[in-house]
């Protein structure tokens, strides 16, 4: 008797064992994938936007002028349906003025498990650039990093820019100190830049933009 009484008990030992396993791997399955799911993964190349109605309301883009500084440049940006980014405009050079941007709102984004960035552009002949805006300061001021984006007249192209290039830059001057560096898992702002001292008409259309190098990327 002592021993079936023994057996039961050691029975139900073992079933509250497995009941309690089994509610803890239900658990850390559910926070596993609660905390993957800000990771995109698309092979080699990952997006950072496709310029969808859900990412353009997630970047809230906006046009930033050197008017901001009494210049008389003129952009404007237009998103389509089918999820293309057209910033186009007027560079002027009056009045010390000469830059015209297309610029993302706060963002968090962690590239850093990637390479560099990739985009699909249609210019104009002309080379705009591409910023990345940390929390990096320099001299207690904010600044950018800066990577060129070459584009053929007419033409769709995808370019590759390595993270290895960017370079620091504070209003369009580039940054002579080798201490500072560009962390891409620092991103808070995306900016689509025209600068080439160059007056007159431009239009650039983007595709979309995304890491290339590796499968993941956090936003």
């Known amino acids: 008797?002592?021993?079936?009484?023994?057996?039961?008990?050691e029975f139900l030992n073992r079933v509250f064992t497995m009941?309690?396993?089994?509610?803890?791997?239900?658990f850390a399955g559910a926070f596993f994938t609660f905390t993957l799911a800000p990771c995109l993964t698309?092979?080699?190349?990952?997006?950072?936007?496709?310029?969808?109605q859900k990412d353009t309301n997630a970047?809230?883009?906006?046009?930033?002028?050197?008017?901001?500084?009494?210049?008389?440049?003129?952009?404007?940006?237009?998103?389509?349906?089918?999820?293309?980014?057209?910033?186009?405009?007027n560079l002027s050079l009056e009045n010390n003025g000469g830059f015209s941007s297309v610029r993302s709102g706060d963002v968090r984004i962690d590239m850093s498990a990637a390479e560099g960035v990739a985009l699909r552009v249609k210019g104009d002949g002309r080379t705009y650039e591409l910023h990345f805006s940390t929390t990096t300061r320099?001299?207690?001021?904010?600044?950018?990093?800066?990577?060129?984006?070459p584009t053929e007249k007419g033409q769709w192209t995808e370019i590759k820019i390595p993270f290895s290039v960017f370079e620091a830059d504070f209003r369009g001057q580039r940054v002579d100190d080798k201490r500072i560096e560009f962390d891409p898992a620092d991103v808070r702002e995306i900016?689509?830049?025209l600068v080439d001292k160059n007056a007159g008409p431009f239009e650039l259309?983007?595709?979309?933009?995304?890491?290339?190098?590796?499968?993941?990327i956090s936003i």
């Not at 008797?1 to 008990?9: A, G, H, T, V």
């Not at 698309?42 to 969808?52: L, V």
Request: no cysteine; net charge negative.
């Open 138 to 149: 320099w001299k207690n001021r904010g600044i950018t990093f800066a990577g060129m984006l």
């Open 42 to 52: 698309a092979g080699q190349e990952t997006s950072i936007t496709e310029f969808s």
């Open 191 to 193: 900016t689509l830049e």
């Open 59 to 89: 970047f809230n883009w906006r046009i930033v002028d050197d008017r901001v500084m009494g210049g008389r440049s003129q952009g404007n940006m237009l998103i389509s349906e089918d999820g293309i980014l057209t910033f186009s405009g």
């Open 205 to 216: 259309q983007v595709d979309w933009i995304r890491t290339y190098g590796s499968n993941t």
């Open 19 to 26: 009941k309690n396993q089994l509610i803890l791997r239900l």
């Open 1 to 9: 008797m002592f021993w079936e009484e023994f057996e039961f008990s």
